[in-house]
T-cell receptor, first 112, second 110 residues
């Protein structure tokens, strides 16, 4: 089955620790995205990548980092510099930048 | 100019009724307007999308109406069903980003 896989579904971390969220796609899509969703709010863009070894900051990139070493993978690291990391994180991919993005099932990160 | 404004924030509709969600944008460079449906704890799913050269697109009970001059677009859900209860997001894209509205929580009561 083609799709986007995010893991884990739930993640708990202590404050001050870095944590990496996994996102893998087998849709052969060039573009990949990370969004953050807070309760009752829309999706805010963290980072996006249009091609391997290249990525751009979104609207709320501070405290996050990404890499795009393979077309299929776009992991997100939530660093200790992110002041309010508890949120629902969504990864998406699209065949062309900005078009028809398909989402994974999300990772709910809780920092205690 | 990158914002997409969505209304209402929440919507309650009786089964069989019509649900209407509206979005407005400013950036005339936007060239693709999708709608997403999200159930609690799940990722958004692409529902229907439209390009600005078309004024209306219909897929089953879901219709997008697009008004290019007013820079507005809307989602109409005909014969709304309890299973349609979800959060709906409009979005707009240009070149490299997909910008989302703030979402509408739809509740359909039997």
């Amino acid at each position: 089955d083609g799709g986007i896989t995010q893991s884990p579904k739930y993640l708990f971390r202590k404050e001050g620790q870095n944590v990496t969220l996994s996102c893998e796609q087998n849709l052969n899509h060039d573009a990949m995205y990370w969004y953050r969703q807070d309760p009752g709010q829309g999706l805010r863009l963290i980072y996006y990548s249009q091609i391997v070894n290249d990525f751009q900051k979104g609207d709320i990139a501070e405290g996050y980092s990404v890499s795009r070493e393979k077309k299929e993978s776009f992991p997100l690291t939530v660093t200790s510099a992110q002041k309010n990391p508890t949120a629902f994180y969504l990864c998406a991919s699209s065949i062309a930048q900005g078009k028809g993005a398909f989402f994974g099932q999300g990772t709910r990160l809780t920092v205690v | 100019q990158q914002q997409v404004k969505q209304s209402p924030q929440s919507l309650i509709v009786q089964k069989g009724g019509i649900s209407i969600i509206n979005c407005a944008y400013e950036n005339t460079a936007f060239d693709y307007f999708p709608w997403y449906q999200q159930f609690p704890g799940k990722g958004p799913a692409l529902l229907i999308a439209i390009r600005p050269d078309v004024s209306e697109k219909k897929e089953g009970r879901f219709t997008i109406s697009f008004n290019k001059s007013a820079k507005q677009f809307s989602l109409h859900i005909m014969d709304s069903q309890p299973g349609d209860s979800a959060t709906y997001f409009c979005a707009a894209s240009a070149a490299d980003k997909l910008i989302f509205g703030t979402g509408t929580r739809l509740q359909v009561f039997p």
